[in-house]
Every structure is written in structure tokens, then in C-alpha cells.
């Protein structure tokens, strides 16, 4: 245990890494030895060891055996009591994706793109329930409505469930954590070029080396520039991204990452909706070319040092600081169930906002022997430090005709309905407890304190408001795994969450029983996993209609889902790559009334559809003369149907999509790909309310990838 306690940091070349890491292999051996020998009996791999995923290669495999997450729960992925999925690089790039929605879309208990074509947020929902998103464990915060650019990430990390004891204030559905590509003490370099559907191309450079002799330097640099469109009329989808980085290792024990990143995005948000009376052309555009914009514009500089004392006591600090500014503006339709005639009501809906954001933990681990004990524990404090500024929009837009649309511009003089400056303040203590005893059990515990200020002051519709608030919520963890065999592990859990909260609304709160079982083949490289959850989302605050009339909020509704999720990640052989998912869904209001006062007590969740499945494989047929290796690929992605409403009165038919790729490789580190998603462009409604939204369609990209 204690040698893998001094593994060095990550991203060392790979040869140094699996030399750091080969005592997880001889202790995952030590049990068939034992059995063969007669020896003492073997020891369980460490508990936590923040190598940050270095055991894993991203780059060469679609399958984690590592976990990371901030360094707050066990890098072992089969160690791990919690239904968890890792999108590698190798994954990411294999698949094409260029959204955070694109690269969910194959893992279990995901919806992703339920609002086709609006195209402000990264929109998808965790067994029906919102998620949070975290960078390198710290919390997006402010920053979470960015569409993220997964260039910048080594891998994606999915928790599935609530679990605030980890992160704090959170949202119920689960977490998906992105890491942060940093510098690797090595010479490498790989530059792209794409062009595909709507005249959308895009060139990407990601390089990097060692600066020194003594090589305790290194630098990286990743970059994109994309420009072209969307699949609408008169849209665009430009954008540039910069990245740079440093890494410092002095020694062996001591490192630290210094990475600063720039995101400009200049798009369209939205094609202002289809009308509802049938199935219309994806491209057509029934918003205002003059009055259509999305302007994103973030600057972020992280910080993550680490030192290991010896003995097994090591010191974690992280600290990124973050600004943005996102304007964006549309007009959409209003249409309704058994209009007449082609003339439709429009209307124009748009927000300017900034944000400030400064957030960091420092983490205290000990990982000790006790005789047949191993223990690990992390403490830590943890504070976040945001102000946001936003000017809204509202108001009636002029009619357009469907059968000959005509546009007239935006408006001239735009109402602002509301102006709203904001403030957040965090504090944060946690405690996270890990114990292997008998060779076979773990046992685990978290604990976590939040103090959270919230000020808000502005104006709505000319009322004025200047309101404050403050919380203070606990929340714990607690689960046992039961190491069965060395390659199998069965857990049972319970953790909680507190939603980020809001002025004058009690906290959102969630909890989920869990219990699930892993399997990592000895000889193979895969996991496969299954869970059964019950999750709950409690203190919903809801409108209620009271004796005398009035609505009222009032905090008393509750939802709950129970369901179970399959994955299956392998490398097969070295030529066929597997990955396989499939939810299953029972989704439930428990409590809850609408606006108007008509109850939805044993409703199912808008947007939640009782059966998700996905399948991905790829095949390579190994280069012959003077033929390079060609990789076939191709996937299959199933969405059962769900209501659009809360109310339960439309529902989506169910749908099945597939996605293809090619790559060859044509020459020494250099290949050409052509993917191609949502091949045989099916169309239909994935989401409906004044107007209907479509899946994407057909879209297709050519990639030449170019290495040394």
C-alpha cells in the first residue's frame, strides 16, 4: 500500500506511470498466489491514491480502471461505491464529439439533448434529474451554463446520484466532473483539421515538451479555431479556444499545475422553434436573422500543487479563478394546439450577463496501516466566492407567415423586464473515511458542512428587490463494498444532496439507496457494472393554490425515481472495442401541484423516459503492405418515450439513432476519419411547449489527424 503511496504525479511518460503503478497489479495477484503458495494472506490496493487517473492511458483505451474526481473518493473505479462511468479521450475522439451532450450521450442513465435546437447550455439530465458540472473537482458554479469545449479535457467523469458530501451544494441527477489536460514531461504534438456539415470547419493543435534538462519543467499548449454553421438557415457556430499550460515537479513527491484557458464562442442560440401543426424541414428558420445572438467570452486560470510528506501524509491544494461574459438574444414562435391559418405570434427573449468567480479546497490525506487495517482519510476545507450581473429581455415580437416568412428585424426599443446583481459566498468543511478490514470489506464515510450568503438586489417588472439569505446544510455518505473475488466487488450506499439553493426557498434536498455489483477480468481490459437505485428529491418548492384563492410557494413536494443502470466498457481483443449501455427508469412526483392548482400526484417526470440504451463498437482491420489500419465504427443510440410536460398531457415517440465511423491510417501518425452521426437522419420531437424542437440531424465531419 504504502509504495503506491509515493507514486509521482500524473501525466509522467507512460512507461513511468506503469512502473509507478505495478504494485496494484501484484496486489490484485496476490490472492492467487496465496492460493497457489499458502502465503499470508494478500493485502487490498489503497483505498485513495490521487494519481489523478495516471494508471489509466486515455489516449490508447476507451476503458478506465481509475477514478479521480479532485482526488475525494477511490481512484479505483471497480473500489468505488457508486454507479460511475469515465469517457476517456481515446473515446471522445473515436466518436467525434464535440459537445458535452455528444460525449454523454453513450453512458447510462443520460438524456441528453432535449432542447434540439437551442443551443444556449449543455443540456442533459441524470436519472431525470438535473446534474452539476465540476472542473478538476471544483464546481463550474457561476460558469455552468458555458457549453464546455471537451478539447480542453482528458476525460469526462460521470457520478451518477446525489451526492453533495463530495462536492457540496448539488443537484440531485449526479456529477460530471472534467479534467484538465495539463503538461506531460514528454515531446509529443498532434494537429487536426475538419470540415463537415454546414460549411463547419475547424483546425486543432494540442502540443507540448519538456523545458528542461533536469526535467522538472514542462509546458503544453492546445488550441482550436472553428467558423461555419448550424443546421438551421442563418446560423453560425464560431468559436476560439486557447490553452496553456506548465507543470513543476521538483521532485518526485512535490508537483504543480499552472493552466490558464480562453473560450470565445460566436453563435446563434436558437432557430425560434417549429410550429406544431406537423413535421417541418430542420432548416428552416422562423426567428429574426438580425436578432439571433450568442456571445460567450470566458477567461480561467487554474492552480493545482500537491506535496507528499512521507509516511503516507500528503497536502492538496486547488484554485481557479474565472470570468465570463454571456449575451445572448432570439425570437421564438407561440403557437398552440388548433391554430388556424399560417400567420403565428412571436415573441423576443434575451439576457446579458456577467460573472466573477474565485473557488479552491485545500486537502489533507493520510493513508496508514493499522495490522490487518488499512485506513485512508481526507479532510478538507473548501470556499467559493462569485458576483453575477444579468439585464433581461421580454416582450411581443412582430407575426410571421409560414408560408412566406418575411422578416422584420428585432425590436427597436427592447423591454427590460429585469436587472439583477447577485452575490454567493461558501464555506465548506468535509470529511471523507475510508476503512479495509478482512481483506475483503470497505467501509466508507463522508461528512461535509456547507455555510453558504446569498445577496441579490434589482428590479422585476419595476418592482424593486434587494434580498439576502443565508444556509447552513450538512449532508453524509456511507457505504460498505464487499471485495467478492479480486476482479468482482458488490457495494450498498446511501448518500445526500442539498440543491443549490435560493433567497427566501428552503434547500432542494435529495437522497439515494444504491446497490450495485462490478466485474474487472483479470486478463482483460473492461469493466462491466450494474446498480439499482431508489433516489428521492425532497422540500420541492411548489405553487399551491390556497382557500381564498391565491398561489402560493410552498415547500412540500417530493419526487422520486428508481431505476437500474448496465454498462459495459472492454477492450476485447486488440482490434474490437465494445461499449454498451442500458437505464431503466420508474420516475414519480409524489407531491406535487402546478400553478393553477391541479395536482400531478403520481405523474411522471417531464423529460424522463422509462427506457434508455446505447451500443458502440469498433473494429480494426490491421494494415497489410502498404495499406495502414482501417477502423470501422458504428453505434446505435435508443430513447424511449417521455412527457414534455409536468402535467403529462403530450409525449415523444420513441426513437432509435444511429451513428458510423471510418478512420485509416495512411501514413506514420497521420490518418484520415469520417464520422458521421445520426446517419439515417431521423427526425423527431424531443422537446414541446409554444413550439416543437427536433433531435440534430444528419450531421457528417472528415478529419485529417496528423501526430509525432
Not at 507540448?208 to 442563418?234: I, M, S
Not at 391554430?339 to 496508514?368: H, P
Not at 428587490?465 to 471485495?483: I, N, Q, V
Not at 427506457?611 to 494494415?623: D, E, I, K
Request: aromatic fraction near 12%.
Amino acid at each position: 500500500m504504502t509504495a503506491c503511496l509515493s507514486l509521482p504525479p500524473r501525466h509522467r511518460r507512460i512507461a513511468l506511470l506503469r512502473a509507478g503503478c505495478a504494485v496494484l497489479a501484484l496486489s490484485a495477484a496476490a490472492p492467487l498466489r496465496a492460493q497457489e503458495d499458502d502465503a499470508a494472506p494478500y493485502r487490498l490496493s489503497p483505498i485513495i491514491v490521487d494519481a489523478r487517473g495516471a494508471a489509466d492511458d486515455d489516449a490508447a483505451s476507451v476503458v478506465a480502471q481509475e477514478l479521480w474526481v479532485g482526488g475525494k473518493v477511490a481512484t479505483s473505479v471497480l473500489d468505488t461505491p457508486a454507479s460511475v462511468s469515465v469517457i476517456t479521450r481515446k473515446e471522445i475522439e473515436a466518436r467525434a464529439a464535440v459537445t458535452t451532450e455528444e460525449v454523454l450521450q453513450y453512458s447510462p442513465g443520460i438524456l441528453t439533448d432535449y432542447y434540439g435546437t437551442d443551443d444556449r447550455n449543455d443540456y442533459f439530465l441524470i436519472r431525470g434529474f438535473q446534474a452539476t458540472t465540476y472542473r478538476d473537482g471544483l464546481t463550474l458554479g457561476s460558469m455552468r451554463g458555458v457549453r464546455e469545449e471537451p478539447l480542453a479535457y482528458d476525460r469526462v467523469e460521470v457520478l451518477r446520484g446525489a451526492n453533495s458530501t463530495l462536492f457540496g451544494a448539488a443537484d440531485p441527477g449526479g456529477s460530471v466532473n472534467f479534467v484538465t489536460k495539463t503538461p506531460r514531461f514528454e515531446r509529443f504534438a498532434e494537429t487536426a483539421l475538419t470540415y463537415g456539415s454546414f460549411d463547419r470547419g475547424a483546425a486543432t493543435l494540442d502540443m507540448g515538451d519538456v523545458l528542461d534538462a533536469g526535467r522538472t519543467l514542462a509546458w503544453r499548449f492546445t488550441a482550436k479555431v472553428q467558423d461555419g454553421g448550424l443546421e438551421y438557415d442563418h446560423s453560425r457556430d464560431d468559436e476560439t479556444f486557447l490553452m496553456g499550460g506548465l507543470s513543476w515537479e521538483p521532485t518526485a513527491d512535490t508537483s504543480f499545475d499552472l493552466v490558464f484557458d480562453y473560450l470565445k464562442r460566436d453563435g446563434t442560440p436558437n432557430s425560434g422553434g417549429y410550429p406544431l401543426d406537423r413535421d417541418y424541414d430542420r432548416g428552416d428558420f422562423f426567428g429574426e436573422p438580425d436578432f439571433n445572438y450568442h456571445d460567450v467570452e470566458r477567461r480561467s486560470v487554474t492552480a493545482m500543487a500537491e506535496h507528499r510528506f512521507g509516511g503516507g501524509l500528503s497536502l492538496k491544494g486547488n484554485l481557479r479563478y474565472s470570468r465570463l461574459t454571456d449575451d445572448f438574444g432570439y425570437v421564438y414562435l407561440y403557437d398552440y394546439a388548433g391554430r388556424t391559418g399560417d400567420s403565428l405570434q412571436r415573441y423576443y427573449f434575451g439576457t446579458d450577463s456577467r460573472a466573477e468567480e474565485v473557488i479552491g479546497n485545500v486537502l489533507l490525506q493520510y493513508d496508514g496501516q493499522f495490522g490487518t487495517v488499512d485506513t485512508s482519510t481526507v479532510a478538507g476545507l473548501e470556499f467559493r466566492e462569485a458576483s453575477t450581473g444579468s439585464a433581461s429581455i421580454y416582450g411581443s415580437a412582430a407575426s410571421i407567415d409560414l408560408s412566406n416568412p418575411v422578416y422584420s428585424g428585432g425590436p427597436a426599443d427592447p423591454y427590460v423586464y429585469g436587472t439583477t446583481d447577485s452575490d454567493y459566498r461558501t464555506r465548506s468543511a468535509f470529511l471523507q473515511q475510508n476503512i479495509s478490514f478482512d481483506d475483503r470489506f470497505i467501509a466508507t464515510f463522508g461528512l461535509r458542512h456547507d455555510w453558504m450568503d446569498l445577496s441579490s438586489a434589482g428590479q422585476t417588472y419595476g418592482v424593486a428587490f434587494d434580498d439576502s439569505d443565508d444556509f447552513s446544510e450538512t449532508t453524509m455518505r456511507g457505504a460498505l463494498t464487499w471485495k467478492v473475488t479480486p476482479e468482482v466487488s458488490s457495494y450498498l450506499s446511501y448518500v445526500e444532496s442539498v440543491a443549490p439553493p435560493t433567497i427566501g426557498v428552503a434547500p432542494e434536498r435529495g437522497q439515494q439507496y444504491e446497490v450495485g455489483v462490478k466485474y474487472a477480468p483479470s486478463g482483460l481490459n473492461a469493466i462491466f457494472s450494474a446498480s439499482l437505485y431508489d433516489l428521492t428529491k425532497k422540500d420541492v418548492t411548489i405553487a399551491v393554490v390556497q382557500d381564498n384563492g391565491t398561489i402560493e410557494r410552498e415547500t412540500l413536494g417530493e419526487s422520486r425515481v428508481r431505476g437500474l443502470d448496465l454498462e459495459a466498457k472492454a477492450d476485447l481483443t486488440d482490434r474490437f472495442t465494445l461499449i454498451a449501455a442500458y437505464s431503466r427508469m420508474d420516475s414519480e412526483v409524489v407531491e406535487g401541484t402546478l400553478r393553477s392548482g391541479t395536482s400531478i400526484k403520481g405523474n411522471a417526470f417531464a423529460t424522463a423516459p422509462e427506457q434508455v440504451a446505447s451500443l458502440w463498437g469498433t473494429y480494426t482491420l490491421p494494415g497489410a503492405g502498404t495499406r495502414g489500419d482501417m477502423t470501422f465504427g458504428l453505434g446505435l443510440r435508443h430513447v424511449g418515450s417521455y412527457y414534455f410536460d409536468a402535467a403529462n398531457t403530450a409525449k415523444s415517440s420513441t426513437a432509435t439513432l444511429v451513428d458510423a465511423s471510418y478512420s485509416y491510417a495512411f501514413a506514420k501518425g497521420t490518418e484520415v476519419a469520417l464520422n458521421v452521426s445520426n446517419l439515417f437522419d431521423e427526425q423527431h420531437v424531443v422537446g414541446s411547449g409554444t413550439a416543437d424542437y427536433y433531435n440534430p440531424g444528419r450531421a457528417l465531419s472528415l478529419t485529417l489527424r496528423k501526430s509525432w
